[in-house]
């Protein structure tokens, strides 16, 4: 866990600069960690599940599914069927 806490705050560090004032002040303190995570587990493993980072981050697959459900509306992220199931990052062009 340590280490995944970790590699979020240098992930997040690598790409504060790529996340616009409009979509940082769209975002709460716990969804903009939420999605720090999100970055690290795409870049250890190629995507991310619902049920991975809620089981990372020790939150309900309710919670983490909502969470993802707005960085999709946001054009954030983008998942393989209707943010429903694998996720990645989009390329920001902030």
Known sequence: MKNVNYEAQKVSDKVSDKLSDKVSDKLSDKEQYFF????????????????A??????????????YLAKLCKLDIIVSDVNCSRKFDILLLSC
């Open 36 to 51: 720090t995570t999100f970055l690290t587990l795409v870049e250890q493993n190629g995507f991310v599940t619902t049920k």
């Open 53 to 66: 980072i809620a089981e990372v981050i020790r939150m309900p697959e309710t919670t983490a599914r909502r």
